[in-house]
Nanobody, 115 residues
Framework: QVQLVESGGGLVQAGGSLRLSCAAS????????IGWYRQAPGKQRELVATISSGGSTNYADSVKGRFTLSRDNARNTVYLQMNSLKPEDTAVYYC?????????WGQGTQVTVSS
């Protein structure tokens, strides 16, 4: 079981910035992929951004140009820098990791963007 511990959520005004962190219990370099999903009230969980073991990133169209995902393999941590936040970014953000065996999820961190 991979443990994923998220931090960095909170309340911010529209146009502001937040940085989410996700610390993994195993070497992030060994993961097939790691990144973030989010789930807004009444909606399905959706991809935000992921990074593969080879370093390729994948972003949802809705966050391209505003969010940046990065990985620090020395700290086994990934970061999601979120800029120009909008009220529609309000959601619970979940750290996600994929190994050969299965998907793993963090507990989630709330991000609320006020208008």
């Amino acid at each position: 079981q991979v443990q994923l511990v998220e931090s960095g959520g909170g309340l911010v005004q529209a146009g502001g910035s937040l940085r989410l962190s996700c610390a993994a219990s195993i070497r992030t370099a060994s993961l097939n992929a790691i990144g973030w999903y989010r789930q807004a009230p009444g909606k399905q969980r959706e991809l935000v951004a992921t990074i593969s073991s080879g370093g390729s990133t994948n972003y949802a169209d809705s966050v391209k140009g505003r969010f940046t995902l990065s990985r620090d393999n020395a700290r086994n941590t990934v970061y999601l820098q979120m800029n120009s936040l909008k009220p529609e970014d309000t959601a619970v953000y979940y750290c996600y990791a994929r190994t050969i065996v299965r998907n793993h999820w963090g507990q989630g961190t709330q991000v609320t963007v006020s208008s």
